[in-house]
């Protein structure tokens, strides 16, 4: 506001909003205290833990391999990236071998995974937007195909289960491979007609460009990673700088945010990996060796070597790290998760102070934060 | 061609269903308190008192034809969005309750009929109350001037014929935004607080390009009367006030000339477009046409924004506000805001009808009739016989006739049409944002329209001076 | 729910230094290492020089050491250690911080202090809040040392190892279970 | 004619306010008394604010843009208004003064001073809203 | 100001772009599946509602009360009732509970089951006014042979050797096997099996033993049939 | 007054029709009068209308944590379509809906905010305990922060087991809920009005009660506050 209006001197009260638990666009249970000046944020509070159901303290009173059933539900988004991460992990300290088709699968269910749960979160963040019943189905629409293809080779929809320490725990049919195939060679054009509704869209751009800007040294004092932190330019994606599993052998590319890192960005990234990670479902599909899917056997006393394991895979929403401390027995001696929601989380007051409250969806959406992770 | 033809079948069904279910039910209800009861009054007893009852009766006669077809109609157009946008989004949308979904809004409506009525703490209990009566009340007398031009100036609704229709409707317009400022404020309610002021402000923002869009027409027609701007319209799509507010008319009538293959057709050019000045007035005509066509455009986004539909949504914007002014309306006080939300959905669509898309009048111009029905002559008869066949009863009733029902039949096909409309819109566009709001209002739409209305009197000057 | 196998890891063996120890120990700042069995440099420092060694690290041309992947809070029954995982945004060496924290007496267990370093490091902020909540390792000089995940009125610190599980109506055991 | 036109509007005014106010009132308190659904406790009686006790009133002094833009607009209206008369008889005029371009050029200059006043409310910084 | 317009165009073009796309959408097919009339085609892999197998040859329930599925539940929602027969000195499966409300569908228990007697079923429709329902005991959870062979040969599992010698282990449980949907056989004649199991001499288990004679193809209407019935 | 001469006149019949009508655990501090039967009367008349249109318009509340919520966001979209039944009106707030689908798990911090949620629905209103962390504690019924069982502080209607269940699994229970609502009686309901306290669901008397939980709460956004 102008001030030769004589504006200044007019005191209006501040208001202090719940934004949440119970919110529409809160994503579950993240509860923001605002102060408001008229719409405009001046201080935010993140009140998170009301999720918490105790991940880690489960994984030191649940054996190995009850524990690993449970982590899918870590960030129920992604459960091939916590499975996989957790396996890894164990797989680090036990150093077992795993087959060589047990990684391509692993691959190719966590690029599926990612596309599932990108396209999630472009429905949601349209909902954000305020489209609330149109677009938002479409991308439902494609992720119900992934999740019933996960049904077939996992058994449920979300609560895979699939990614066990030593490999996978089911070998495909070659007719779920001809399934996949399909929906790779369709997908494509599924993209480009989100992409016909929503990027170039006037609204959505006024409500994108230019918003909710992450700058770099901001992000990297945070540690904020994964899509959120290429949309700001910085090319950090473990699946290139620390290649894990089979990623080395395939050829991708990693999208960045074109612009200063707003809002757009951030969306524009994610869009562009799922064309990436269609891509490399293809790959894998071509490159699928034969042999065995597990190197360690699978039973109810599973345990693994002393000694401690760090690993840390390129989850859809950044670096997922697991430590381990193993003693031995069937039981880890601790487990920490190291989740990337809960340290992108920890930038949203940087970026919401100052902003009308309609940027908060807009913002918050666009770092895509799954509660659970957060809250674990 | 048309892989969904059964989704699109089903709709097309129902639509139909529903129609004639309010419509009937409106005709029924006229048909009784305008014709029956008067009738019978008169025949019971011939003396004054009667006399004056049945005319109070056939006065009443619009009031309750608006009281039977404003729930019933917004049943319907919850239903038609619910339907479209499912249409839209690939799935079935409600068709459990009745054949086809036919009764589920109804089901809506008796069951927030019955649900408990809350008034928080600390609300101001009796402005909580009236609150929703200040948004219904308008689009229920508010929509009156609109009667006469839908019904083509029916006997029975030409006491509705106001001579100053638009200025009455769009003052009636300006009243509901008090009912939800007065909501969102007694709600004590912080969330409502926000969404009742951000609803004043963006129903006072678009007010002006709206009137302005209007007077536009206004101006081109010399009136504010709604039927008569309904009746300049007449004879096809050129003389729409959408195409230039009757500067078209001389090519129509040109063209009908020509197609009928009178000798006077270079004579009635003539004298609607003089070629002495010939360059002056094609630029006159074609920047009242494309003025007229953006007002249109300018009315129905002000009008979007005057309703809150998507993208103008803001006042309940649900990612944000909860629910917006009516996040502590319960039972039936959420239901009449809902009720008035969709009527005021259907009163702009019908404005937009008759002041620009031509009233209740046949969209297709007589010389393109003239020229299709050339040779086949037998169905412009048939239509004729059994318009004579009838004559009897329609006279005897007065209530319907021919103009009527094709004026009625027009404005719902237009105004539905742009209704369904407002469903794809809502199933593609997101929500602005408060500033965005404003700019657009403020700094786009304003002085666009201003423009508009500066090149349409310049315009309509020149076409004056050479006429 | 009772801790049934809470038998340490066993106790790892020294090494030498490795290429941050020794570059720590130019600094002044000493150090030990650790048996690297997460497969990177593992040191572990000593309370009083956490602090400038993670700025050290954090802000050195040499190290670069600039992400801070996590914090994390390990009770070993006798002592309590406060592990930081560092990478780096710019290259691909990485660094296992300890500290290790003796608990004073056994009626002192629940305050174990150590510096902050929320202060110069944003993304330690909550991480440390965690711990605090999770461990109970008490971060002095902490902007806003709050209980992040539990409610602000939660007694003990869940993930210590003698942590007794509050019995009440909401998280009762289930009558009707069979555990 | 005209009078009792007005009159009948006005009465259709009043009706359109009083017949659902008696059917809200009717329907909802005879319904709710009736049908034993009105049970309000003090949980129930909060205002809703996402799960969590409301931590202040909300009749708050609230943000001065709104005022504003109310004030702003109340100039711009009352100016519509005025061409609102112009409109239906300005063709009359003209022609009675047998000079065709009369309306048009009174508007004209009505129109520029009205803009003049949006661009001086846009310059002065009136319309933004941050 | 020409900026001002070309945006202005763009912005049209782009929104009419995307009203374009949805309306377009209209005339595509429905996604739909109408679950109550049609039900979904799940994988035979589904982790659905848990449940005991039988032997589908010989009706011999397949529990061998080993323990192994109630230890390594993480949620402990298993619960087996055993005991030592005096007499042959093996174990007897008296009750066999499982909790839905607490199980989490992981399905560890029906990996670890050496006789794969206990198994995730493609039903899901457990949803019930009571917590107390979901508890379902081993007359609920046991499958009929029909069920059983069904899910056999959808799960690819070996069919199981009939068991040598002991069938008394069964016999406590064969009577409560037997469902009120399978009424309809009973007119059919007891084969031999019945001989085999000296126990069985109830009146109620006949029912289930008339079904060991069919053939492949009616056991599987049969299923069809008993599932549409349950759903 | 015309209680007290019915008491007089026939007081074996009226008890036997407060035994039809009154739930036990009321019976003794509620008396029907000679209005409650007249409306009991017209009740028998309207309800099997308003329930056939209660149940065929139930609006769930917005309401989800965790896992469980994708799934209920997933019954909302195209593939399950949950609109088919007239349910696809999700409401943002308590006060227009009329069922929660407690979908995902309720922790100890989350209960209090449950509680005023479900209290802040207006009459009738029901629940669907969604997924085995809401029905039990589920998967995580040992945790220390997690409710275990939300029908401890929440009455539950119907009960839907899995983890997540599958989209149809909630269109399963919502068809098993409008069988439960279009049984209803009105009397029945209205008799229960006499409770006027906002639900403290009685599961153990040794917990913190509600008040606490919900002051808890508040406490928390002050303390939020005060510090910066």
Known sequence: ?376 | MLANSAELFKFTRLTLIWLTLIFGSVWGACFIVGVLLPTLLLRACDNEIFALLAQICQYLTPLIAILVFIPINAMFMVLVERRGLALFTVRMGPNRVGPDGLLQTAADAVKLLFKEDIIPTGADAWLFTLAPIIFFAPSIFGSIPLLAAITGNNDLFAITNLPTGIFFIIAASSVPVVGIVMGGWASNNKYSLVGGLRSAAQAISYEIPLVLSLVTICYLNQSLNVVEIASRQTGGFLNWNIFGGGALNGLDKYLNALINGSSNANDILQAYYPSNQWILTVIAIAGLVVSTIIAFFMYITAACAEVNRIPFDLPEAESELVSGYNTEYSGIKFAIFFLAEFTNLFIVSSIATIMFLGAGNNPIPQFLIDYLFKNVTFIPQTINAITQALSPLINQIHLINPITFWSVVWMIVKTYSLVFFAVLVRGTLPRFKIDQLMDFGWKRLIPLSLLVFFIVIFAKGVINTNV | ?179 | ?130 | MSNLLTRAKDSIYQVLRGLKTVAVHSLRIPTTKEYPDTMPPLPPHFRGRLALNVNPETNEHLCISCRQCERVCPDKCIEITAHKSPETNKLELIDFKIDHGLCMFCGLCTEVCPTDCIINTNDFEMADYSREALVYDIRKLTLTQGESSHYFAAKEIALPKPKPAKPVASAPIAPSIAKPVETKTEAKPVETKTEAKPAETKTETKPAETKTEAKPAETDTDTKSTDNESK | ?228
């Open chain 1, 1 to 376: 506001m102008s001030t030769n209006l004589e504006t200044t001197n007019l005191k209006t009260d501040e208001m202090i909003i719940n934004m949440g638990p119970q919110h529409p666009a809160t994503h579950g249970v993240l509860r923001l205290i605002l102060k408001l000046d008229g719409e405009i944020v001046r201080h935010v509070e993140p009140v998170i833990g009301h999720l918490h159901r105790a991940q880690e303290w489960q994984g030191q009173n649940r054996t190995l391999f009850q524990y690993q059933a449970l982590i899918d539900r870590v960030d129920y988004l992604s459960g091939m990236f916590t499975s996989l991460a957790f396996a890894h992990a164990c797989e680090q300290i036990d150093g077992c071998q795993i087959p060589p088709r047990a990684q391509y699968l692993r691959a190719l269910v966590c690029e599926m995974n990612r596309i599932s749960s990108h396209l999630l979160w472009l429905g949601t963040f349209l909902i954000d937007l305020g489209a609330l019943f149109g677009f938002p189905f479409y991308p439902f629409r494609e992720r119900e195909k992934l999740l019933d293809l996960f049904e077939e080779i996992a058994g449920q929809r979300m609560m895979f289960n699939y990614i066990r320490i030593g490999g996978v725990q089911r070998d495909p049919k070659p007719s779920w491979f001809e399934k996949v195939r399909k929906f790779t060679a369709e997908f494509p054009d599924r993209i480009d007609e989100y992409e016909a509704i929503v990027t170039q869209n006037p609204i959505v751009l006024k409500r994108t460009k230019g918003v909710g800007i992450l700058d770099k040294s901001v992000a990297m004092d945070y540690g904020v990673t994964g899509p959120s932190i290429r949309g700001s330019g910085i090319n950090y994606d473990l699946r290139k700088t620390r290649p894990y599993g089979i990623y080395p052998e395939l050829n991708f590319e990693i999208p960045l945010g074109q612009n200063q890192g707003d809002t757009w960005d951030r969306y524009m990234c994610r869009i562009l990996e799922m064309r990436q990670s269609n891509n490399l479902i293809n790959q894998c599909l071509d490159k699928m060796p034969e042999g065995e899917i597990s190197g360690k056997k699978q039973i109810a006393g599973l345990r693994i070597k002393a000694g401690e394991g760090f690993s840390a895979i390129e989850s859809p929403r950044g670096v997922l790290g697991c430590y381990v401390i193993s003693n031995g027995s069937d039981k880890a001696y601790r487990i920490r998760w190291r989740n990337p929601s809960f340290c992108n989380l920890a930038v949203l007051p940087s970026l919401l102070i100052g902003r009308p409250i309609s940027d908060i969806m807009a913002i918050f959406g666009s770092i895509d934060v799954i509660l659970p992770d957060v809250d674990r």
């Open chain 3, 1 to 179: 729910m009772s801790q049934t196998d809470t038998n340490k890891p066993n106790e790892t063996k020294e090494m030498e230094l490795g290429k941050f120890g020794k570059f720590l120990k130019d600094n002044g700042i000493d150090s030990t290492r650790k048996d690297d069995s997460i497969n990177v440099e593992t040191i572990v420092i000593s309370v009083k020089d956490l602090e400038p060694a993670l700025r050290l690290l954090k802000t050195s041309s040499e190290t670069k050491l600039n992400m801070l992947l996590t914090i994390s809070g390990v009770d070993y029954t006798d002592r309590i250690d406060s592990i930081y995982h560092l990478w780096s945004y710019d290259h691909n060496d990485a660094l296992v911080i300890k500290v290790e924290l003796p608990k004073q007496s056994q009626a002192n267990t629940d305050t174990v202090n150590l510096t902050s370093i929320a202060n110069f490091w944003s993304a330690a902020n909550w991480h440390e809040r965690e711990t605090y909540d999770l461990v109970g390792i008490r971060y002095l000089r902490h902007p806003y040392l709050r209980r992040i995940l539990n409610p602000w009125d939660w007694e003990g610190h869940p993930l210590r190892r003698d942590y007794k599980q509050l019995v009440d109506a909401l998280n009762d055991k289930n009558p009707h279970s069979f555990r």
């Open chain 4, 1 to 130: 004619m005209a009078q009792l036109q007005v009159i009948q509007i006005l009465i259709f005014v009043l009706l359109g306010f009083a017949l659902p106010a008696i059917g809200m009132i009717g329907l909802a308190y005879i319904l709710q008394i009736m049908f034993g659904y009105h049970r309000p406790n003090s949980v129930k009686n909060q205002p809703y604010e996402c799960g969590i006790k409301a931590f202040q009133d909300a009749f708050l002094q609230f943000d001065i843009r709104y005022y504003l833009y109310a004030l702003l607009f109340i100039i711009f209206d009352i100016e519509v208004i005025f061409i609102m008369p112009w409109a239906v008889t300005s063709d009359f005029i003209s022609k009675a003064l047998k000079y065709p371009m009369l309306g048009a050029i009174e508007m004209a200059i009505f129109l520029v001073i009205l803009t003049f006043g949006l661009v001086y409310a846009w310059k002065k910084g009136a319309l933004e809203w941050e």
């Open chain 6, 1 to 228: 007054m015309s209680e007290l001469l019915n008491n007089d006149l026939n007081s074996t019949d009226l008890a036997r029709e407060n035994a039809a009508l009154i739930s036990p655990e009321l019976a003794d501090t509620v008396t029907l009068t000679s209005i409650d039967k007249a409306i009991n009367m017209l009740s028998q008349i309207v309800s099997p209308i308003a329930n056939l249109a209660r149940s065929n318009s139930v609006w769930p509340l917005t309401f989800g944590t965790s896992c469980c919520a994708i799934e209920m966001m997933c019954v909302g979209m195209s593939a399950f379509d949950i609109s088919r039944f007239g349910s696809e009106v999700f409401r943002a707030t308590p006060r227009q809906a009329d069922l929660i689908i407690t979908a995902g798990t309720i922790t100890r911090k989350m209960a209090s905010a449950l509680i005023t949620l479900y209290e802040q629905l207006p009459e009738p209103k029901y629940v669907i305990a969604m997924g085995a962390c809401t029905i039990t504690g589920g998967m995580f019924n040992d945790s220390y922060s997690v409710v275990q069982g939300v029908d401890r502080i929440i009455p539950v209607d119907v009960y839907l087991p899995g983890c997540p269940p599958r989209p149809e699994a909630i269109l399963d229970a919502l068809l098993k809920l409008q069988q439960k609502i279009r049984t209803e009686n009105y009397a029945k309901r209205r008799v229960q009005a006499y409770q006027q306290r906002p639900v403290c669901y009685v599961d153990y008397d040794c917990g913190r009660p509600l008040e606490d939980l919900l002051a808890m709460a508040m406490e928390d956004t002050s303390l939020a506050l005060d510090q910066k």
